[in-house]
């Protein structure tokens, strides 16, 4: 089985859905941001506030050429989960095809206002006017997702455990498990 890449918007549910799928697949979970988060020894905000969305960004491709570059020497596959804005640099999107088969999490701004309105967690967000920020930003990566998605499935309505399984399911249908 190769690794299953988990794209889409703040909010989509990759972090909470992927944990659940990886669980349903008994393989490992990474999140991307998270393992930044480690790597830097500070939260995302933080990074952004230090060195900016560009430094973000660059610390987010590097350690995307490194998970690719160490593939072949891990024997198991995993579940890992990316940044929403990981598809604004082009340069990543051959490296997210090659890390494994790429998963879109579609969801409307909607559902993402709904989950995440108030999370100051959030820099991209930072500031007034949130959902129209929010409408912008997915309108703008609409179609960088769409240029890395191998699957594209809408999450809008379903809860975490039934989304992990939809996942499941239609990666079972792709030939991938
Ligand atoms: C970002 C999304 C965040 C995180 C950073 C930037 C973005 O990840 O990487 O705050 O540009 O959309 P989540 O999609 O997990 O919230």
Redesign the pocket.
């Given at each position: 089985m190769d690794n299953i890449v988990l794209i889409g918007?703040?909010?989509?549910g990759?972090?909470g859905v992927g944990r659940e799928l990886a669980r349903l697949l008994s393989i490992p979970f990474y999140d991307m941001?998270e393992m930044l988060e480690q790597e830097a020894g500070m939260p995302?905000s933080e990074i952004?506030r230090l060195e900016g969305e560009e430094g973000?960004r660059k610390r987010?491709s590097s350690l995307l050429t490194r998970l690719v570059r160490d593939k072949s020497g891990n024997a198991s596959a995993a579940v890992y989960?990316t940044?929403?804005?990981?598809v604004?640099r082009k340069e990543n999107i051959p490296f997210l095809k090659k890390l494994g088969t790429v998963v879109l999490f579609k969801v409307s701004p909607g559902t993402v206002i709904e989950r995440i309105g108030n999370d100051a967690s959030?820099?991209?967000l930072a500031g007034s006017g949130r959902e129209k920020r929010v409408r912008e930003?997915m309108l703008l990566r609409t179609p960088m997702y769409l240029a890395c998605a191998d699957i594209v499935l809408a999450m809008d309505g379903y809860s975490k455990e039934e989304n992990a399984l939809r996942t499941k399911i239609v990666l079972q249908e792709h030939g991938c498990l």
């Open positions: 918007f703040m909010g989509s990759k972090t941001d995302v952004f973000f987010e989960s940044g929403g804005g990981i604004t959030r820099p991209m930003l």
